[in-house]
Every structure is written in structure tokens, then in C-alpha cells.
């Protein structure tokens, strides 16, 4: 295990969470995930391995889950048949199991890209396919995914708290932007060594390029497009609850701040998101609203985007013909992008999977063997048709999750992290190498499950006595959440 300096950042959050519990201090957890750079530890003897600031301190979350009085019953609940918890245990169990038999029994039946480092130190290359580094850590990878998804939904199913998941994306809204911003005024000011400390992951890093003559806005990720597909995810949060909610400065400056850094990352897979998740969200608003009124905000929102959209159209049709900046900077991030060496390698790591799909008699090649560019390709290609059908039916199961509380502000946080966790997905789908869709998902995505199973509430002093106590109090009349 290697110490790096952003090892300190990882144990002070952990602390934190013990110190003040995974409702409180749920802000100091997802407000690491802005730091997708920094590593908590590295691993050399596990291929170079990294353990994520997220990835460290989700085991403290689950730590607290499970060391509560009936936590390993109450987790157990979270994987009742049909639930989203029971197909991501199916899911879980069919990835270690591919991930240790597939690339044995189909060895060298087929050429992959792989994941592994020691594979691709110098440049990404295709070899015969045989088990790899990639497979053991892809797999813990999505054990952590798995295990986080597990504690938050059983945590906040026992204690619904709304408030302290908008806070924590108050903060990482915030912390994001910051980072943002001091990457960009840092390498202007000649300072490029500054946030080094924060970049001390096993990753290849992308941090200083340009585009078009701009420097590429990464903040605390290790590219522009991870950077950006971040961004989107928190766009995404914000633009539902905004629609939703009750006006407030805060709100809009959050959805503000999030797309300005959706912007500014120059990213192509970030811009394609963006519009694909405005076009969908428009869609479904119009559908819901049909045969009714539109609520205000949902109007205003309807007109802005339209008028926004026209006006960004008119503004890039003029400035491409006019400016030679424009035109460098649109050819490079969209029109050109395809025919670029990185968009046609991208294309081939598609093409690739999609034939160890159909080499290994759609069973895929195990995860952690396969490359890809695409989320869905990605699955197909390491997983296969039944892995990718078990990940469909969690995903149905999540979104179908119901958010029917009878607390409208927890509804608002529910649907506006289901719309957080549907920005992920189309983000993937443009620029995935792997089926796991990143821990930050699984923590939204344990926040819906929890939070929407509390139809039948706890009260609020039933959950302290049972979070404060090593047995629940026999004084208060408790009921049980489904």
C-alpha cells in the first residue's frame, strides 16, 4: 500500500463520518467526488491499483451500516426479491463469476483491448484474450459500487433525510466548481505544479491540453471528459429539482455553476450529454404536463431552452462562418471529432468489443478484460446477454422505484437523483470503458432506493434511538419499513 498526500484528505472525511454519522456528515462522503484524480491509496501490488478518495471512505459508510444493532438483517432486507438490491446482488455474483471463468474458458478464442496496465504502459494494443489484472480490480471496483448502493439505501430507508442529501450536493456542486476554477487561474498563472497533491492517482492524466487555444477546464478529475460528464450528472440533479422546487437563489446558482463547468470542460462526450439530456427531460416534462396546466416554472423552463437553444444555433452558424477561433474550436469539439485519431480509435475499442460479444458466443469475455467506448458495448462485450439483461432489470427496478412519500421535498430529491443517475447513464453510453457505471452513481442510486422505500416512515426519534443505541428502545412504538 502506498501513502500519497491526498491520503490525509481521505482520513480526515473518514473521521468525519464516524465522528458525526453518514446523515450529518453525508456531505463530507459525496463531497470527495469532485477529487477523481486523488488517490486515497495506491496498490502496486495489485497492478497499480488505485483506491479513490469515494472508494476509501464508502467502506467507512458501510462499516457504519452493517456494525448497528440487526444492520446485517436490515441490509438484507435491501435485497428482497424483485427489489433493485436482489438484481444487483444477481448482477454482482454473474461479474465475479465471468470475471474468473470467461477469460479461461474463451482463452485466446478472440483479440481485446484490455484494461490492464501492464498491458498498455505505453499505448492501448490488442492482444489474444487471457485473465489479467483487469479482471481482479474491475471486480472489486464494482464490489465497492455494490457495497455502497447496499449501506446508503439501507441507511436512509431507516432514517429518510432529504436535507442532508441536498446539502451534500450543495457541497460537491461547490467543491467542483472550485476545483474548476483553480486548474484554470492556476495554469494561467504559470503554477501548473499547484493541485499535483490532488493528482496522485494510477491514472494516465490529461490536464493540460488545450482546445482551440483554451485551456481545458479538469478541476480535480483526471481528463476534460470525465470532468465534464461529472458536471453533467450534477446539471442534471439541479435542472429537476429546480423545475420542482420552490424558488431560491442557491438552487438556481447550483444550476448555474453546473453547467458553466459542463461548458467550459470543452468536452465533446460532455456537449453530446448535455443536449441529449435537455431533449429527454423535455420530453418528459411535456408528456407529464400533457392534459394539464403547466406550472410555471415548467413553462419558463420549456421557453428557455427553446429560445436558448435557437439563439446558441443562430450564434454558432454566424460564428463559425465568421470567426476563425469558432470554427477551431466547434471542428474539434463535435464536427471533426469522428474523424479524429481519438474518435477513430474510440470507434475500433466499439467495433472490438461488439465481436468479443459475438466470439465468446454472446457470453461475453468476463468483465475487467474488455475496452470499450460505449456503456452498452461495454456490457455486451465483458458480460454478455444475461449480465447486460440482470444490469437492464436493476436499472428498470431503480427508476421504477416509487416517489410517493408524502414528502414533497423528499419526492423532489428522489426524482431529481433519479434524473442525476439517468444523466450518468447517457454520459456513459458515449464514453464508458467499463460496465461500471462509477461509484457516484451507485451512491445516487442507493440515495433513490432509500429514500423511496420510506413510504412508511420511521419517526424521527425511532431512527436516533436505533442509530444511538446498541438496541432499539422499548418505549417507542416502531414500525417497519418495507
Known sequence: MEIVPSTFLALVAAATLLWIGPFRGLWAFVGLAPFGAAAAFNLPALGGATIGQLEFTLCIVFFIAIARHGGPDRILGTLRPLQPGFFLLLLLIYCFIS???????FAGDTEIFGLSRAVNEDRIISIPLAPSSGNITQSFYFLLSS?????????????????????????CTSVNFALGMIDVVSAAAGLKTLMDPLRTANYAMAVFHEMAGIKRMVGGMPEASAFGSF????????????????????VTAMLLIAL??????????????????????SIAVLFRSAGGAFPRRVAFYLVTTIAVAWLAGIAMLVGYHMFDVVERFLNETLFSKLQSDSGVERMAWNAQAYKNFTDTW????????????????????????????????????????????????????????????????????????????????????GLVV?????????????????????????????????
Not at 420542482?244 to 442557491?250: D, E, I, T
Not at 422505500?453 to 414500525?479: C, E, K, M, T, Y
Request: aromatic share 12%; proline share 4%.
Open 99 to 105: 470475471a474468473v471463468f470467461f477469460p479461461r474458458i
Open 147 to 171: 457495497l455502497v448502493f447496499l449501506a446508503l439505501a439501507t441507511l436512509y430507508r431507516l432514517r429518510p433525510d432529504e436535507g442532508a442529501v441536498f446539502k451534500a450536493l450543495v457541497i
Open 231 to 250: 458536471s453533467v450528472v450534477l446539471f442534471g440533479f439541479w435542472l429537476h429539482y429546480w423545475t420542482v422546487s420552490a424558488r431560491s437563489r442557491l
Open 260 to 281: 458553466f463547468c459542463v461548458l467550459r470542460s470543452t468536452s465533446s462526450g460532455a456537449y453530446v450529454a448535455l443536449v441529449l439530456l435537455l431533449v429527454y427531460y
Open 362 to 445: 454472446l457470453m461475453g469475455a468476463g468483465l475487467g478484460s474488455v475496452r470499450a467506448s460505449n456503456w452498452f458495448m461495454a456490457c455486451l462485450g465483458s458480460l454478455g446477454v444475461l449480465g447486460t439483461a440482470l444490469y437492464l432489470l436493476f436499472l428498470a427496478s431503480l427508476f421504477s422505484a416509487p416517489a410517493r412519500t408524502g414528502s414533497k421535498p423528499r419526492d423532489n430529491v428522489i426524482q431529481a437523483l433519479k434524473v442525476a443517475c439517468l444523466a450518468q447513464i447517457i454520459a456513459a453510453m458515449l464514453t464508458a470503458a467499463t460496465p461500471n457505471l462509477g461509484t457516484l452513481f451507485f451512491i445516487f442510486a
Open 450 to 482: 432509500g429514500l423511496s422505500r420510506s413510504r412508511i416512515v420511521v419517526r424521527a426519534d425511532n431512527a436516533s434511538q436505533w442509530l444511538a443505541h446498541p438496541r432499539p428502545s422499548h418505549g417507542l412504538r416502531q414500525r417497519q419499513v418495507p
